[in-house]
C-alpha cells in the first residue's frame, strides 16, 4: 500500500489507545491518564484556574477527526479552541468539535460555554456517555501543535522547544450528538503541584 506523502504523515496522528505506546517521559502519564474531569485536576494543582477561550465558530474538521466524531467526510463543524490556565500559566491546549448536525437539544451548553469549563458540562450529566481515551504524540507539523504553539506566542508566551506535544482525546456522546474533545498538554504543566486533594 502506497504511503501517505510526507506532508500528510506530518499534519496527521497516529491515535492509539495505549499511552504506553508513546513512549511520553512518566510525568506526562499521570496527566494523559486523568479519569474524571481535567478541570478538576487542575484545580488541584493550582491556586487559580481559568478557561482563557480563544474562539468558538465554525470550521472544516481536521483530516484525523472527520472518522473519529463519526463524520462522512471532511465537513465543517463547531469548533472551540480554549488555554487552560493554572496561576495563570497556560498549561492545556484544548480543542472541542461537535458536527454541524448537532442540536441544542444534543449539547444545550455548548454554544454559550464562554470561559465556563466545557468539563462542568460533561461530567455529572446523566445523559453524557463518555467514549475511551485515545493518545498521541503531535509532531510539530501537526495542525493542533502548530495552533497550540501559535495560541501561545499570542499571549506572549514562548512557544515550547519541545518537538513533540502530547495529547490525548475523548468522544462524547449525548442524545443524537457527538462530541470530541483533544487536550494537548504544554510541558508548563508538568511544574504544577498538587496544592489541595479536597479543592474543588
Ligand atoms: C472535558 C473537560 O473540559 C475541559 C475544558 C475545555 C473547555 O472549556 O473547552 C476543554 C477541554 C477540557 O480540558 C474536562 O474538564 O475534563
Not at 500500500?1 to 497516529?14: F, G, I, T, V, Y
Request: proline residues 6%.
Amino acid at each position: 500500500m502506497k504511503a501517505p506523502p510526507r506532508s500528510a504523515s506530518l499534519r496527521q496522528a497516529q491515535w492509539q489507545p495505549h499511552v504506553l505506546a508513546l513512549n511520553a517521559p512518566s510525568a506526562y502519564v499521570p496527566w494523559l491518564m486523568e479519569g474524571g474531569s481535567l478541570t478538576m485536576r487542575l484545580k488541584a494543582h493550582s491556586d487559580s484556574f481559568r478557561v482563557q477561550c480563544l474562539h468558538q465558530r465554525t470550521a472544516v474538521c481536521l483530516s484525523d477527526e472527520t472518522a473519529a466524531i463519526e463524520l462522512h467526510h471532511r465537513g465543517r463543524v463547531w469548533e472551540r479552541e480554549v488555554l487552560l490556565r493554572c496561576d495563570n500559566t497556560p498549561v492545556v491546549y484544548a480543542h472541542t468539535v461537535v458536527p454541524m448536525s448537532a442540536t441544542a437539544t444534543d449539547w444545550p451548553l455548548f454554544s454559550a460555554l464562554g470561559e465556563r469549563s466545557l468539563g462542568t458540562t460533561l461530567f455529572g450529566d446523566p445523559l453524557v456517555q463518555r467514549g475511551v481515551l485515545e493518545f498521541a504524540r503531535l509532531r510539530k507539523g501537526h495542525p493542533l501543535a502548530l495552533r497550540a504553539r501559535a495560541a501561545l506566542i499570542a499571549n506572549g508566551v514562548p512557544a515550547p522547544d519541545t518537538r513533540i506535544l502530547y495529547a490525548r482525546r475523548c468522544l462524547y456522546r449525548r442524545r443524537q450528538g457527538t462530541l470530541l474533545v483533544t487536550e494537548v498538554f504544554l510541558p508548563s504543566v508538568l511544574e504544577l503541584i498538587k496544592t489541595n486533594t479536597n479543592k474543588r
